[in-house]
């Protein structure tokens, strides 16, 4: 069995396919690209009767690379990484990291396998097989892929391995969730856990069991409380993740209540004015003068009168000598 560690941290439990199994795949798809390769060249060679042995010779080794080159490419590519022979055995190409092949791959994989297998008619690749403990060929490894069983005896009953709960634990373990401090949990671990639940289908029981022991490990060290006794560790991983769901749409669902009750400052349009028609341009006019209106007269004040001032009697003149007349 193969642990490919997958780029959400999730150790699948794939099991990789033996040489027999591999090796009557190869058979199975070469002897479809012969035939067709011979089918084509006598169709080819009954339509062209006229043609000289210089274009012939060319025509089918454009054909040759055709068939046993591009073809193999092209289908594994498309199906990824299911050709005729391995769809009939139940076997797939996958990358090292558990995810579908890509071009690339088969690239890589088409041209080491016209050398491997048809030049040296397969010696490398058999030893290659023995020797590698995942029983890879030589464009396996350069590639970075792996072929491996998707018809496994026994996978597929994941999700049917799960006890029922009864009603007294389902309630005790919806008080345990509404307890839980999910603030800790890594969003790493969140995506490790939906995926497992995915893919929950397609493992076999005992290799499901222990990818969710571990999985439920890393929850409770983030958590710090302990997985109820007696509910299955990928039961408890539903629950909880659908606890988490839970409360993200609660929160999403009051915040838009909020929102939704306070009127936006800029009208009804999500924080745009509503639209309006441009006004055509006005001809300027002069602001109108407005009459000026007199000030209220301020109240005088009274002016101090002057006090008259006693009169003296006139004086009688005097005469050079100083005498005074009698009056």
Do not use: C
Not at 53 to 77: D, R
Not at 88 to 106: I, K, M, Q, W, Y
Not at 208 to 221: I, P, T, W, Y
Request: net charge positive.
């Amino acid at each position: 069995m193969s642990n490919l560690v997958t780029g959400e941290a999730v150790v699948l439990g794939l099991r990789a396919a033996k040489l027999p199994s591999r090796a009557l795949a190869i058979a199975l798809d070469l002897l479809v690209e012969v035939v067709a390769l011979i089918v084509t060249l006598i169709t080819v060679g009954t339509l062209t009767p006229d043609l000289d042995s210089a274009a012939g010779a060319a025509i089918s080794l454009g054909l040759v690379v055709f068939f046993l080159v591009a073809l193999p490419i092209l289908i594994e590519t498309l199906s990824r990484g299911r050709s005729l022979g391995k769809l009939a055995l139940g076997l797939r190409v996958v990358r090292s990291d558990g995810g579908p092949v890509r071009f690339r791959h088969s690239l890589v994989r088409g041209l080491v396998a016209f050398f491997e297998i048809i030049f040296f008619s397969g010696v490398p690749a058999v030893i290659t097989s023995l020797v590698d403990s995942q029983g890879r060929r030589l464009g396996d490894i350069f590639s970075g892929s792996l072929v491996v069983r998707e018809r496994v005896p026994g996978a597929g009953r994941g999700r049917e391995a799960l006890p029922a709960l009864p009603p007294q634990l389902m309630q005790a373990l919806g008080g345990e969730l509404v307890a839980l401090d999910l603030s800790a949990v890594p969003d790493g671990l969140w995506l490790a856990v939906r995926q497992y639940l995915t893919r929950l289908d397609q493992l076999d029981p005992a290799v499901a069991l222990g990818m969710a022991q571990r999985l439920v490990g890393d929850l409770v060290s983030h958590t710090g409380r302990a997985a109820p006794y007696g509910v299955h560790p990928a039961a408890y991983l539903g629950a909880v993740l659908a606890e988490r769901q839970r409360r993200e749409w609660a929160r999403a669902a009051g915040t838009y209540g909020i929102a939704a009750q306070q009127p936006h400052p800029q009208g009804p349009y999500l924080g745009h004015q509503p639209y309006q028609a441009a006004q055509p341009p006005q001809p300027y006019q002069p602001a109108p003068q407005q009459a000026q209106t007199p000030a209220p007269a301020q109240p005088t004040q009274p002016q101090p009168q002057p006090q008259p001032q006693p009169q003296q009697p006139p004086q009688p003149p005097q005469t050079a000598g100083g005498f005074a007349p009698p009056a």
